[in-house]
């Protein structure tokens, strides 16, 4: 009773009053302080709205101007206007040049984490199509960067087995994520070739092996839901002081694949049914990860 008592005076009262101590005291409002104040990356960009998360200083609809409300949803190609329209609400001086560059970037990195969603969500729904050139191309790429050493009989086959697949056909695990999970398939194996091939190799294992492909597909699922849920955003906005791209979807994708092969050796799984259970607690590992403002979680070459 007594902290709802406390909460409604602070937001009601108290908090008016700080605000305006601190302005008088500092000469700045409360965006610039949080701009000023906090480190460049997940932390200013996740401060500045609860848009992101975050009782941040853009976001409280109740008693904010709606160009700042406004400013944690903005397109990329707004941002500049934004950010010259929330000078001019603000009264911020056009000579400070760090405020205008360090919202510009916050800005970019918020908005950028959106067109990025809808990019990988475009991909996911495109599904595999064995009438489709490019896809097929994708498919035998993949095979001959793990597999150089032994030449593909037919497209139909059960070789796709060794590195994986559940049947002769490929094209029927990629139902769940589309034409994504074998782009980050082969996105894996082409930037980080001796890795991909070393993990393959561990999926052989008599005793601890598992299904790579198939795996790799299951990751690109879980790399997916962790950006659309948001948990991405720190590791992203840490990563690129910018618009996040695809590629920066595809590097995580690439760590969690490395990562989960040291995890499955590490924790020695009774058998494959065990998979799920496995998976799960993987998946909150990363998730605590995620939940640190300074993290990066990459695969270095």
């Not at 959106?114 to 990988?120: E, F, I, Q």
């Not at 082969?186 to 492909?213: C, I, M, Q, W």
């Amino acid at each position: 009773m007594l902290s709802r008592l406390w909460g409604f005076l602070y937001s009601s009262y108290f908090r008016f009053w700080l605000k305006w101590i601190l302005r008088l005291l500092t000469g700045k409002c409360e965006l610039q302080r949080v701009l000023d104040g906090s480190k460049a990356g997940a932390q200013r960009a996740l401060g500045i709205g609860t848009g992101e998360g975050r009782d941040g200083a853009c976001g409280r609809a109740h008693q904010t101007p709606p160009v700042l409300r406004n400013a944690v949803h903005v397109d990329e190609a707004e941002v500049e206007k934004c950010v010259r329209d929330v000078m001019k609400e603000k009264k911020i001086k056009e000579e400070d040049t760090g405020f205008k560059t360090n919202l510009h970037i916050s800005l970019l990195q918020i908005s950028g984490y959106t067109k990025l969603y809808l990019n990988v969500e475009s991909l996911r729904k495109v599904p595999y199509d064995s009438d489709n050139k490019e896809h097929e191309e994708q498919l035998i790429e993949l095979w001959n960067l793990l597999m150089p050493q032994e030449k593909l009989k037919a497209r139909i086959s059960k070789q796709w087995c060794d590195i994986g697949f559940q049947g002769d056909d490929p094209k029927t695990d990629f139902r769940g994520m589309g034409l994504l999970g074998l782009v980050n398939l082969v996105y894996f194996s082409k930037h980080y070739t001796d890795e991909a091939r070393e993990v393959l190799s561990h999926s052989n294992h008599p005793k601890l092996g598992y299904s790579y492909a198939i795996v790799g597909i299951n990751l690109t699922e879980m790399a997916y839901s962790l950006l659309r849920s948001g948990a991405l955003k720190s590791h992203l906005y840490n990563v690129v002081s910018g618009l996040p791209q695809m590629e920066h979807f595809h590097q995580f994708y690439c760590y969690l694949v490395y990562e989960f092969d040291k995890f499955w050796f590490e924790e020695e799984p009774e058998s494959i049914m065990h998979f799920n259970q496995y998976r799960e607690k993987f998946h909150d590992k990363i998730k605590g990860l995620l939940l640190d403002y300074d993290v990066v979680l990459t695969l270095q070459n």
